[in-house]
């Protein structure tokens, strides 16, 4: 089974930690199919050599998820149908303080976009996570930074820094 | 590759053929995922003791279709998502004249509905197919038969018999 309940913490990063490029990197491309209502999410992904049909439904703790690995000619024949909702980006696995962060860097449309992920295997570790001094707002939950938004709608525009 | 251009014929049935209930069948479930748009259908599908996502888009010759297995309990997982746009029917396969004919008994709120379909090599062949006199009404295209619409909408209502 590949569904499992998320715990994680999302944020914007101030700038990219030292030796950032030297560690292990993986290519992610992805695109969305056009559901109707909030709670349904379809994606197709292309992460590393592999591809993936990725089902996400539900709320909260209700949240599932489940990943379907696809032929490479399967996703070349089903990519059309995401339109233009699409993302690229890389992404990088960094270990600090006890976790991997994953930090996807966007590019095309979203370049400039850098943002951090953390998982935990409890709402305990999650709150007691100190992030570093590289990473910036937290926007764990923020809904137009949550890949589908950013696809659909692009770069969420800047609010003014203090 | 389970991609390929589709040429068929559907019709009504006017009554089943005889001995019908001995021929080769399989219980078929499918549920449909909510989409935006008409050129898309997402659909999980449980034939047999087999597990599908079935995905479709495009129209006409561009129209394509891929059929990924997923596991009981993907399947499990992801059928909620489907809402109530569910279709059940017990599928016969009936040779007649040469090809083999797909009778779909429908069941629950669909009770009373039997299609058949017949799938052929070209153009030609499908132009030269003689009904046999237990096939009624063709509705090949017609989309308030196609599986999604009822699965959403229910039976069509009967036009008034000439």
Chains 1, 2 share one sequence.
Not at 4 to 18: A, D, G, M
Not at 80 to 102: D, N, S
Not at 128 to 147: C, D, K
Request: hydrophobic residues 30%; glycine residues 8%.
């Amino acid at each position: 089974m590949t569904q499992h309940q998320e715990i994680e913490r999302k944020f914007l990063l101030k700038w990219l930690p030292k030796d950032w490029k030297h560690h292990r990197s993986m290519r992610i491309i992805q695109g969305y199919f056009p559901v109707a209502g909030k709670e349904l999410e379809i994606r197709l992904r292309h992460k590393g050599a592999r591809y993936f049909l990725t089902i996400k439904g539900g709320q909260g703790r209700r949240r599932s998820e489940e990943e379907i690995p696809v032929s490479a000619a399967q996703f070349r024949a089903l990519w059309p149908f995401t339109g233009r909702a699409h993302v690229a980006k890389r992404r990088y696995e960094i270990a600090c303080r006890g976790h991997t962060l994953e930090i996807d860097v966007y590019e095309g449309p979203l370049h400039g976009l850098k943002t951090a992920e953390v998982e935990f295997d409890s709402e305990r570790e999650s709150h007691s996570f100190q992030p570093p001094s590289w990473l910036g707002r937290e926007i764990t939950g923020v809904r137009r930074y949550a890949n589908q938004q950013l696809a659909r709608r692009g770069l969420p525009r800047r609010r003014p820094q203090k």
